[in-house]
T-cell receptor
Framework: DTEVTQTPKHLVMGMTNKKSLKCEQH?????MYWYKQKAKKPPELMFV???????INESVPSRFSPECPNSSLLNLHLHALQPEDSALYLC???????????FGSGTRLTVV | DAKTTQPNSMESNEEEPVHLPCNHS???????IHWYRQLPSQGPEYVIH???SNVNNRMASLAIAEDRKSSTLILHRATLRDAAVYYC????????????FGSGTQLTVLP
């Protein structure tokens, strides 16, 4: 298995909703990442996990809450989002920090 | 981090070679040059990387200038499926630093 799987592919949520994005890989990678990508812009790093521990938080608002319950799974919990949070959320993994990345296809999030 | 400069957009004809340039005049001796591409509605995917010597793989070739201040990604025969945003990224050899994307080059392939 050489893939990073993200679910759901599309999500529409209201500003008062709570939802979660899920990312899964079975390549034995020990580093996992969340990126946010607005239309026509490059991906921007949000969070980095290494060996299931949060390594980097790029000053992301607390309405985004990451979780890494095991080495194969990465979640992003969403609560009280704003319309400007609408974007493509990309998950990636690498064997270890500094190794090459494998990206998922992303979750396209719309906040209404 | 050393910065890269790429053209915003380029066009190519199908089945012709494409040369995508990247300038990185402040590159350090331990920076690897990485290329990723992002096809429409997909996440980025790794293309190729190199340090000093030219590199080839099944997807592309990477030509690195002797002074390492620039590099060129070469697609030998562009297909419509190669239409994507191509990102040139510098990563330090021994660093665990995360992948940081610049603005990239939007490649359009014309039939």
């Amino acid at each position: 298995d050489t893939e990073v799987t993200q679910t759901p592919k599309h999500l529409v949520m209201g500003m008062t909703n709570k939802k979660s994005l899920k990312c899964e890989q079975h390549m034995g990678h020990r580093a996992m990442y969340w990126y946010k990508q607005k239309a026509k812009k490059p991906p921007e790093l949000m969070f980095v996990y290494s060996y299931e521990k949060l390594s980097i938080n790029e000053s992301v608002p607390s309405r985004f809450s990451p979780e890494c319950p095991n080495s194969s799974l990465l979640n992003l919990h969403l609560h009280a989002l704003q319309p400007e949070d609408s974007a493509l959320y990309l998950c990636a993994s690498s064997l270890i920090l500094g190794a090459g990345y494998t990206f998922g296809s992303g979750t396209r999030l719309t906040v209404v | 981090d050393a910065k890269t400069t790429q053209p915003n957009s380029m066009e190519s004809n199908e089945e012709e070679p494409v040369h995508l340039p990247c300038n990185h005049s402040t590159i350090s001796g331990t920076d690897y040059i990485h290329w990723y591409r992002q096809l429409p509605s997909q996440g980025p995917e790794y293309v190729i990387h190199g340090l000093t010597s030219n590199v080839n793989n099944r997807m592309a070739s990477l030509a690195i200038a002797e002074d390492r201040k620039s590099s060129t990604l070469i697609l030998h025969r562009a297909t419509l499926r190669d239409a994507a945003v191509y990102y040139c990224i510098l990563r330090d050899k021994g660093s665990a630093r995360q992948l940081t994307f610049g603005s990239g080059t939007q490649l359009t392939v014309l039939p």
